[in-house]
């Protein structure tokens, strides 16, 4: 590793959602324009499209809508990734979309995201979407959220319609239980309070979108974790002219909790074996110890065997194995999911068959209310019970994303159809 | 604690792409890693170090020669290959120009496009499962969109309206036999973050990178090199009579087919120039450089939906 010669924040990763037209996707093109990410040909390309339909601004929109559907249409059909960089911290964003229909591409793109930020037109205050985006952001563990309340230009930029909706806010995430949230208003269009603060909020004196971004904590998560290591690929590289290569047997994959040292003790599941590590690799390079999120090689002392889809923890901190699961799941497919298949799990790098047990409730996301249900459809969040044909090492999603999430494989046409979290 | 608990954010898209050659790796039975000699490519040949050192590769390389690619970048290429000890394949859009399967509408029409053909006969000639590339989605708005994992149907179609949910980093390659997967470890890399991996890695790169004088003229605007010799001794982009012969000092910012990539005009002769020159610049890697993705607003959009990387 190279010491960066400016201070590096790292990454952070948000998207943008809320309701259809609230101005997500001009949000972000107004951010990477004023952030002087677009470059002189990119807005040329833009401003010529925009003239051709006849627009009497540049729509910054046409910066995230890159499918031809989207830009006939106007809307945004599937996420978007953008990035800019402010010299100190890289941002990766992603656009979501605000159509009901699309709802399961806004779960994508939340489900990488440590910030969502949540539009809400100043003239129509909280939404059905409003609602279910947020409770979606929450389900899907999203630490911070901003509420950005867009088009002010055309609320009179009113402290008290901005007043007036944020109380709105607060008592629908106090029934829902979000609880870190902030409160900002915008113009998107006009560029009021995204990077520069523009003349029209000089009532509002927190910070702009762009100071809340900066400050945001990158990384994924705040509070220790225990040690998961789920083994991707095994490293034989079985040369025997190579002494040193003869016997290397290097177990690789990509922490998704915790850290490691060499010489810390640890265990293999599923067989429960124990070791401890000989080695901690990138590339063949030894380094002493390694963090959440980084791709290495574990070397053990002793010969165990292990292959794709085990996982190396902390003797200290061994998981339940599981054989059935509770679990919110968003269904994803066109088709409903059907009590009588039997559908793929896929965990970490663990696969296994699974049938669905019970749907214990649906979560109808208008109301929020927990109602009965017996089948899901695309787009529907419920709670369900799997039956599992092989064990898995799973810890509470709250607790851990990397080893609390999974995804439903049709086995047939090969599809992801659902993504789940344990609870 | 006085560890640093989060990445750089270059040691974390590192991590990031070296997670998804392995996962390509463990679920595919069959891959290949695409490799032109380019830059972005070079990164990828980095990471597949990282990511499977001391072993050997998992996947052979290949690269789809148009035939138009500068003799530089071509001999780079197969150096690179050498010096690591891995299979190179190489196809031709010439041999399925003999073959009657690649046919130009006109003798100098760019062989760019093309390369989707020769591709798919490639994968369907080794049974390819998965494709390793190097796209990146801040090059076009149409990538933008794309999966890291991109299911591609048996003529090697995208269809972004109905593309497979992709959740936190559990990727989903399966297919069936004759579809195939691309998979891109860089899609979240940007312009500058490849150089600045560049010279992070102290990687090395083909000359023509780095600003060097060539003979090239003004085409509608544009920066065209001409009179460039190829390895199979003809000359790529004849100049036309009565076109004036400039020789200046450029750079490219990408390698492509030389018949659509033009270079930019620069000074720029190391890596840490060039990271100064991109974090300034007002002109996009394709929007500069690229003679073939401005003729449509949707051009790379329906090329990927035909079977294009
Ligand atoms: N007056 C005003 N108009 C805005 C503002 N922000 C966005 N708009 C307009 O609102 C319309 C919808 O904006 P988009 O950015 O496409 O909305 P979106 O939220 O991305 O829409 P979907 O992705 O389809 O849900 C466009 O015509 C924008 O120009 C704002 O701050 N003020
Ligand atoms: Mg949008």
Known sequence: ?????????????????????????????????????????????????????????????????????????????????????????????????????????????????????????????VLTQTRRHSKLAALVGIPHLIVAINKMDLADYSQETYERIKGEYLEFAAKVGIED???????????????????????????????????????????????????????????????????????????????????????????????????????????????????????????????????????????????????????MAEAPMDRNRTYLIRHTTRDSKAKLAAIDHRLDVNTLEKVPAEKLAMNDIAQVTFKLAQPLFADPYLENRGTGAFIIIDESSNNTVGAGMIL | MNQRTTLTHLDWLEAEAIHIMREVAGQCSNPVLLFSGGKDSLCLLRLAEKAFRPGKFPFPLMHIDTGHNYIEVVNFRDQRAAELGERLIVRSVEDSMKRGTVVLKHEGESRNKHQSVTLLEAIEEFGFDACIG??????????????????????????????RPELWSLYNARSHKGENIRAFPISNWTEMDVWQYIEREGLELPSIYFAHTRPIVMRQGAIVPVNVPLVSGEVANPSRPGEEIIDLQVRFRTVGDISCTAPVESDADNVSKIVLETATTTITERGATRLDDQTSDASMEQRKKEGYF
């Open chain 1, 1 to 125: 590793m190279t010491t960066p010669q400016i201070e590096d924040h790292g990454l952070l990763r948000f998207l943008t959602c809320g309701s259809v037209d609230d101005g997500k996707s001009t949000l972000i093109g107004r951010l990477l324009f004023d952030t002087k990410t677009i470059l002189a040909d990119t807005l040329s390309a833009i401003t010529r499209t925009s003239e051709k339909r006849g627009m009497g601004a540049v729509d910054l929109s046409l910066l995230t809508d890159g499918l031809q559907a989207e830009r006939e249409q106007g809307i945004t059909i599937d996420v978007a990734y953008r990035y800019f960089s402010t010299g100190t911290r890289k941002y990766i964003i992603a656009d979501a979309p605000g159509h009901e229909q699309y709802t399961r591409n806004m779960v994508t793109a939340a489900s990488t995201a440590n910030l969502a930020i949540i539009l809400i037109d100043a003239r129509k205050g």
């Open chain 1, 181 to 331: 949230v902030r409160f900002i208003p915008l113009s998107a269009l006009n560029g009021d309070m995204i990077v520069d603060r523009g003349d029209n909020l000089n009532w509002y004196e927190g910070p702009t979108l762009l100071e809340m971004l900066e400050v945001a904590p990158a990384a994924h998560t705040e509070h220790t974790e225990k040690f998961r290591f789920p083994v991707q690929y095994v490293c034989r590289p079985q040369d025997s002219a190579n002494p040193d290569l003869h016997d290397y047997r290097g177990f690789m994959g990509r922490i998704e909790a915790g850290t490691i040292k060499v010489g810390d003790a640890v265990t293999v599941l599923p067989n429960g074996l124990t070791s401890t590590v000989k080695a901690i690799q990138i590339g063949g390079v030894d380094i002493p110890e390694a963090i959440t999120e980084q791709s290495i090689t574990i070397l053990l002392a002793d010969e165990i065997d292990t292959s794709r889809g085990d996982m190396i923890v902390k003797s200290s901190e061994v998981p339940a194995a599981v054989k059935q699961i509770e679990a919110t799941v968003c269904w």
């Open chain 2, 134 to 163: 190097g796209a990146r989605r801040d090059e076009e708005k149409a990538r933008a969109k794309e999966r890291i994992f991109s299911f591609r149907d048996e003529f090697g179609q995208w269809d972004p309206k109905n593309q």
